[in-house]
């Protein structure tokens, strides 16, 4: 989560699971969010599909290593710029 927080994206940090929730900016639905990322190489899963209180976020696994997860922030980084 250091790695996300860099990059400007709040997330709380997952108290002993592997998935962490993504607030996305306001521009974006979960899914167009989710879309975006997948041009840059990253899979998030949309919130709407956990229900309608989800949408506004996505939902992530941290299941690979600290490098890959440092890359997937930094291919991030640019749907949080205006």
Same mark, same amino acid.
């Given at each position: 989560?250091?790695?996300?927080s860099?990059?400007?994206?709040? %997330?709380?940090? @997952?108290? !002993? !699971?592997m998935f962490i929730? !993504?607030?996305? @900016?306001?521009? =974006?639905?979960?899914w167009?969010?989710?879309l975006a *990322? $997948?041009?840059?190489? %990253?899979v998030v899963? @949309?919130?709407? *599909? =956990?229900? &309608?209180? !989800? #949408?506004?976020?996505v939902?992530?696994a /941290? %299941?690979? &290593?600290? #490098?890959? /997860? *440092?890359? *997937?922030?930094?291919?991030?980084?640019? $749907? =949080?710029? @205006?």
């Amino acid at each position: 989560t250091k790695e996300l927080s860099r990059i400007g994206w709040e %997330v709380r940090k @997952p108290e !002993g !699971g592997m998935f962490i929730w !993504g607030k996305i @900016p306001r521009r =974006f639905s979960s899914w167009q969010f989710c879309l975006a *990322a $997948l041009d840059r190489g %990253v899979v998030v899963t @949309p919130g709407h *599909a =956990f229900g &309608d209180e !989800g #949408e506004g976020y996505v939902r992530m696994a /941290l %299941v690979h &290593d600290e #490098e890959t /997860l *440092a890359e *997937a922030a930094s291919r991030l980084q640019p $749907l =949080f710029n @205006p």
